[in-house]
Nanobody
């Protein structure tokens, strides 16, 4: 079993910044891909950004150039730095980790609201 603890959500004005973090309760040697997804009201959950164990990253087109994903294996944590936030970024953000073997786990989510 893997537990994910997310933090860093909140309310921010358009153009502002927020940083999310997700800490894993398991040794990182079994973790492959780590990522962030989001789900806005009435919409399906969508990929925001993922990072592989080797450091390769992939971003949704809508966040490229504004969001940065990173991971610190020593701290068992994946981060999402979000800059120039827009109202359409408002959603619940979920952390997801995929194991090297079969299996993946979701965090409980953290709310991000962008509003003036």
């Amino acid at each position: 079993q893997v537990q994910l603890v997310e933090s860093g959500g909140g309310l921010v004005q358009p153009g502002g910044s927020l940083g999310l973090s997700c800490t894993v309760s398991r040794n990182m040697f079994s973790i492959n891909v780590m990522g962030w997804y989001r789900q806005a009201p009435g919409k399906e959950r969508e990929l925001v950004a993922v990072i592989s164990s080797g450091g390769s990253t992939n971003y949704a087109d809508s966040v490229k150039g504004r969001f940065t994903i990173s991971r610190d294996n020593a701290k068992k944590t994946v981060y999402l730095q979000m800059n120039d936030l827009k109202p359409e970024d408002t959603a619940v953000y979920y952390c997801k980790v995929e194991l090297i073997g079969p299996g993946f786990y979701w965090g409980r989510g953290t709310q991000v609201a962008v509003s003036s």
